[in-house]
């Protein structure tokens, strides 16, 4: 079963970027967490309200995990396979 959580306040509601740095949220991240524990999490929000900062919130406190952003390259299945055994290579 895939979790859904929606991120319902944007990052200007709620945190603040000093130095390219974000506040993080810890009651999403907690939220999150919890959902992850369970199995798939699918997160769903407009532009600028935290999915990325939070993924990488999740990536830094989950034991063997990265965040893998997706170019136009990765369309090429052979080239996205590469990469992501080189990720893989590169957490284990």
Same mark, same amino acid.
């Given at each position: 079963?895939?979790?859904?959580?929606?991120?319902? #306040?944007?990052?200007s509601?709620?945190?603040?970027y000093?130095?390219?740095r974000?506040?993080? @949220?810890? !009651?999403?991240?907690? @939220?999150?967490?919890? !959902?992850? #524990?369970?199995?798939?999490?699918?997160?769903?929000?407009?532009?600028?309200?935290?999915?990325?900062?939070?993924?990488?919130?999740l990536a830094?406190r989950?034991?063997r995990?990265?965040?893998?952003?997706?170019s136009?390259?990765?369309?090429?299945?052979?080239?996205?396979?590469?990469?992501?055994?080189?990720?893989?290579?590169?957490?284990?």
């Amino acid at each position: 079963m895939v979790s859904r959580l929606k991120v319902e #306040e944007s990052i200007s509601e709620s945190s603040v970027y000093t130095s390219l740095r974000a506040v993080e @949220r810890p !009651h999403l991240l907690r @939220r999150a967490l919890g !959902h992850v #524990e369970r199995g798939p999490l699918v997160l769903v929000a407009a532009a600028g309200y935290g999915k990325t900062t939070l993924l990488y919130a999740l990536a830094r406190r989950i034991p063997r995990s990265a965040v893998y952003p997706l170019s136009l390259a990765d369309q090429d299945v052979a080239y996205l396979e590469a990469r992501l055994k080189a990720a893989a290579d590169h957490i284990s």
